[in-house]
């Protein structure tokens, strides 16, 4: 049996009619941040936050952070573990991705443009390479084919056919935001289901397109949570390890600390000072 190769009118255009026009807007402008990001970096790396660019957290790599690692560091609640589902292969919006041009530049590549056009525009060739769409947000990230995002944004290439694999955000009115002072300073947290907390690094970053998704920001903190003091007091005995990406901390097990008696919290405190001092050397 032969199998039937895909051609470029067989291949559809990726489908995100069902996003706001607010929301179509602010993911192409998060993926404009990072295509900036990395330009940057590129140039002077030192006026880059190192958690946006820089050295992985294994040493492995020195340069422009690959589109999760970059999201998550800007974006609360990603899971760590969602449900994944292959919408097969599309027409990906260059605009709306996030890519990583850690192999190769655009200019690395003069005198095989053409080839490099005519592979990454081949919808068989797409077959090989897989993007992630966060569906509520309308953002895109290259897992496999990094290098052709920027490649494809040098050369004003729109679409490209890839595999896309979503997965979901959690829902608008589940996330709040907070701006919250301490006895350490200003902070900015968000808050998923009146139950789990995040800090929130570059809010100006991650603004936009949140607000634009409906999440609301927010500048007194609710009575109902536990207080911020004694977030950061208990904090270290509150996390949560699989739900999420980044450092999560349960506000449930901060409120039942709480109520145990002055000689356990006591207990809690000592314990959080030797943990301090331990991973200090």
């Not at 050295?55 to 422009?64: A, L, S």
């Not at 729109?158 to 701006?179: C, G, L, N, S």
Request: proline fraction near 6%.
């Amino acid at each position: 049996m032969r199998l039937k190769l895909m051609t470029k009118d067989s291949v559809k255009e990726l489908d995100l009619s069902y996003l706001s026009p607010d929301v179509l807007s602010a993911a192409k402008n998060f993926a404009d941040l990072k295509y900036q990001i990395d330009l940057t970096g590129r140039r002077n790396p030192a006026e880059i936050p190192n958690d946006l660019h820089g050295r992985q957290r294994y040493g492995e790599y020195d340069g422009p952070y690959g589109g999760d690692t970059f999201l998550e560091s800007i974006i609360p609640f990603l899971p760590s573990d969602p449900d994944y589902e292959d919408l097969g292969v599309k027409l990906v919006p260059i605009p709306h991705t996030l890519g990583r041009s850690w192999h190769w530049w655009p200019e690395d590549c003069k005198g095989d443009e053409e080839k490099i056009i005519s592979q990454i525009t081949s919808p068989e060739y797409g077959k090989y390479a897989y993007y992630y769409l966060v569906k509520e947000l309308g953002v895109i990230y290259a897992g496999e084919g990094k290098n052709r995002v920027n490649f494809c944004r040098h050369h004003k290439i729109d679409r490209i056919p890839v595999k896309v694999i979503q997965f979901h955000y959690p829902q608008a009115d589940t996330i709040e935001i907070y701006y919250v002072n301490s006895h350490i300073g200003a902070d900015v947290i968000a808050v998923l289901n009146e139950r789990y907390l995040q800090k929130v690094s570059h809010i100006s970053y991650a603004l936009p397109l949140l607000n634009a998704y409906g999440v609301r920001v927010n500048t007194v903190w609710p009575t109902k949570f536990p207080s911020i003091d004694s977030i950061y007091e208990y904090g270290h005995l509150a996390k949560v390890n699989s739900k999420f990406r980044n450092c999560t901390i349960d506000l449930d097990k901060i409120s039942a600390i709480g109520k145990k008696p002055d000689y356990f919290k006591a207990g809690y405190k000592l314990y959080g000072r030797l943990i301090n001092a331990f991973s200090r050397h």
